[in-house]
């Protein structure tokens, strides 16, 4: 077995191992996404709110 | 304190802050990983199973923390009825419900080939999942009112009520029999797990407390983009 591979085995705990960082990853960015993106959106349509204003 | 809290105040020095704490977040999470993955020790029982716990522990620690966040931001609100405390309660337990979620889940994953079970319903392990749905539905009554303040005001009062769950959790190992292992970080008279095994934990859990900060500091301030958005709307 290869080194890449040995690590991926996990020592045969492989289908938990994985999936346990898996969920986090998922979960996580998910979250820092969904936060970023909504910060973003709003701040956008404040700004376009606020030019119209000046106009 | 208060001083900081002025939704004005608030906006600049979050804005002030946030690229640092993003910084350090990304640097610690990656650090935590690498070490975790790549430099931990197998445990002598567990194996590599034991990797798990770099993902768990830190989750679990969060999730009972972003708890008492949200439950300080609610009696914040209902005393002085602070608006940014409730903004910070309501924009921290999504995080939290999160947090949970990947604690259930990577407990369940490390449950099965060491306890042989993917669930026991036992005080530690049912504790942790009435605080998932004490998020959820805190998260359902803020918004379950036309008008936000009582929506806010109702789940800032079931935040607190819920508060009782968090010793009930930390002591659960201690006060009832279980197959999860007792207390063995933050104990009376050290901890009891190698050092090897301890500095990944640190890194990991101190990655997840500057990822919720950061991820926190960025909701509270879309929410009051928010607000001045409904404001501007009104106006015009």
């Known amino acids: 077995m290869s080194g890449v591979d040995h690590f991926l085995a996990m020592g045969g705990y492989a289908v938990f191992v994985w999936p346990a960082y898996g969920v986090a990853l998922v979960v996580m960015a998910g979250l820092a ?6 910060y973003r959106r709003r701040r956008r349509e404040l700004a376009r709110l606020e030019r119209e204003e000046t106009r | 304190m208060f001083s900081l809290a ?9 804005a002030a802050v946030l690229p640092y704490c ?110 998932f749905f004490l998020y959820l539905g805190y998260m359902a009554l803020v918004n379950a009112f036309d008008d936000p303040a009582r929506g806010a005001k109702a789940g800032a009062i079931l935040a607190l009520v819920g508060v009782v769950n968090l010793p009930i959790i930390k002591f659960s190992v201690d006060w009832w029999n279980t197959l999860h292992q007792p207390a063995s970080i933050f104990r009376l008279g050290g901890p009891t797990i190698a050092a090897a095994m301890l500095w990944p934990l640190f890194i990991m859990a101190l990655g997840f407390t500057l990822f919720f900060v950061t991820l926190l500091l960025v909701r509270m301030r879309g929410r009051l983009l928010a607000a001045r958005i409904r404001a501007l709307r009104l106006a015009a």
Do not use: K
């Open chain 2, 6 to 14: 002025n939704p004005a105040r608030f906006m600049r020095w979050s």
């Open chain 1, 33 to 38: 996404i969904h936060g970023v993106a909504a």
């Open chain 2, 22 to 131: 993003a910084f350090a977040t990304a640097v610690l999470l990656a650090a935590g990983t690498i070490l975790a993955l790549f430099v931990a020790p197998p445990d002598y029982q567990q194996g590599e199973a034991v990797r798990i716990m770099y993902v768990h522990v830190p989750a679990a620690y969060m999730a009972s923390l972003v708890y008492a966040v949200v439950a300080l931001g609610s009696a914040v609100a209902l005393i002085w009825r602070h608006p940014l405390a409730d903004i910070a309660a309501q924009e921290a337990a999504p995080l939290g419900a999160g947090f949970t979620l990947i604690c259930l889940v990577s407990g369940s994953l490390w449950g099965e080939p060491m306890w042989g079970t993917w669930w026991v319903w036992d005080a530690r392990l049912t504790s942790v999942l009435v605080l």
